[in-house]
């Protein structure tokens, strides 16, 4: 029978098989022995020793489709990731670093700004302008009012959608209101120190409908970039393309250097200046990783 890892704990794998059960199984030994690790999102081939206890062995990984390092899962077709509009207020460092690490590894995004409800709506026209060219498609939702939860769910449609934020912004929250039976712990955002309290303690694909599931995955608060080095950054930030090639210098970083189009188009307001000066930033920060 075959199915899809859905989590992984202590050595336990949760496999969603194709009678729609749940199976608790154990990987066999030749997958340590092959340097093979079972990972949430592997499509597998399992056998069933015991139906009515729902137990069994997996013992057969599929090819798979894609492998993200962070978070660890298999077989992904996008990340939906998710910042508050407001409480804790976004922090677009954070998620500039987000969709430089997927892009890294060829996922595409769709950023979604929770709590709307909480913003006037200058305040989201404003964030949608910053994202407006960074080759994302960007959407506003309010969970608590169930506010552009249909939009969510024809873009999850058919996917496999690994769902991703800091703590606090809505994401457990999100995934009940998709699948009630997920009955997701949720937090509340901590009034001291406005962010939430991690309440997704581990990565776990929640199946939504058929040949949907939704990756639900712990909130962070800070993602270092890896494999990367500066002099390539630039090619993260897609809204930069249109006007890289009438720089004076070849390679130009956009930065100190004269006759450059990128920093003339952001004077005209043509280029985030948010997202710019995150650039200079995380340009600043990989320069000093590689000298140390």
């Not at 298999?74 to 990340?79: L, R, S, Y």
């Not at 120190?193 to 800070?222: A, C, K, M, Q, V």
């Not at 970039?225 to 720089?247: I, K, Q």
């Amino acid at each position: 029978m075959q199915g899809k890892i859905t989590k992984g704990i202590g050595g336990f794998y949760y496999v969603h098989a194709e009678d729609r059960t749940v199976y608790e199984c154990r990987a066999k030994g030749i997958f340590r022995k092959e340097g093979k690790k079972p990972l949430v999102g592997d499509n597998v081939e399992i056998s069933v020793l015991d139906q009515e206890e729902q137990v069994g062995n997996v013992d057969r990984l599929l090819p798979r489709k894609n492998q993200l390092i962070r978070p660890a899962v298999a077989n992904v077709d996008q990340a939906l990731v998710i910042f508050a509009a407001a409480s804790p207020k976004p922090n677009l460092n954070l998620l500039d670093r987000f969709l430089i690490s997927m892009s890294q590894q060829d996922v595409p995004v769709i950023i979604c700004f929770n709590k709307q409800d909480l913003v006037a709506g200058r305040e989201l026209e404003k964030l949608a302008r910053v994202y407006r060219n960074c080759g994302c498609r960007v959407l506003f939702a309010s969970v608590l009012l169930e506010q552009g939860l249909e939009e969510i769910r024809m873009l999850l449609k058919g996917k496999t959608t690994v769902v991703a934020g800091p703590s606090g912004v809505g994401k457990s929250s999100l995934t009940n209101r998709l699948q009630p039976g997920a009955d997701m712990e949720v937090g509340e955002v901590s009034r001291k120190i406005d962010r939430g309290r991690h309440t997704t303690r581990h990565t776990e694909l929640i199946w939504i409908e058929e040949e949907t599931y939704f990756l639900d995955t712990p909130g962070f608060s800070s993602l270092y970039l890896e494999n990367l080095d500066w002099e390539e950054l630039g090619r993260f930030f897609p809204e930069f393309e249109p006007y890289a090639d009438g720089c004076r210098f070849q390679g130009c970083m956009h930065m100190s250097e004269p006759d450059c189009k990128v920093k003339e188009a952001l004077e005209n307001g043509e280029i985030s200046r948010s997202r710019y000066e995150n650039y200079c930033l995380l340009v600043q920060e990989l320069k000093n990783k590689k000298r140390y």
